[in-house]
């Protein structure tokens, strides 16, 4: 008798146990997901064999910003998963004059670019429910500077951590196009 009523508690702690962690993994694979970097195109903000905490659930409540770093599937329909700089949201006009970005006729201050780049893109404005997406690697990059968009749907979460190599570890850095735009507005 005394055996059972010790048992019961036992059995109940390890099933609330196992539930609580089954819950914690579930809602952890909801909203976070890892990305290994496997192109050049982003450097030097990030490197090849980087790995990256993405947050899935940061677009949930909110619409992805100019500024954003963020983790997609191929527009081409392939499988693959690409790391890009969001530069323009939907109704901006982008256009790229001698290595130079403007959005909605502001140049943007790109810190991040260290590499001038070779080309030039007529005005564009980004169609609703899409996002001009360029790497910070100009030259090498599969990007919106080749004649595509980036689909809302195809847009996957925001970089938020690097984990892998220890010596990158930390924060991705955040650059707020919109409030540098705001700024070069209000000083002219």
Known sequence: MIRNFLLKPLVREILITVALALAIFFAARATLQTY?????SMEPSFFQSQRVV????????GEPQRGDVVIFKAPNGSDEE???RIIGIPGDTVEVLYGN???NGFKLDEPYVKHSFSYSLPGQIV???SYFVLGDNRDVSNDSHRGWFLP???I??????ITWPP??????????LSEQMVVTANST
């Open 36 to 40: 290994e970097v496997f192109q050049t």
């Open 54 to 61: 993405v947050v899935k659930a940061v677009y949930w409540f």
């Open 82 to 84: 690409y790391i890009k």
């Open 101 to 103: 970005i403007y959005v």
């Open 127 to 129: 169609p609703v429910d």
């Open 152 to 154: 809302r749907e195809n």
């Open 156 to 161: 996957i979460g925001k970089a938020w951590l």
């Open 167 to 176: 010596s990158d570890w930390g924060v991705v850095p955040s650059f707020p």
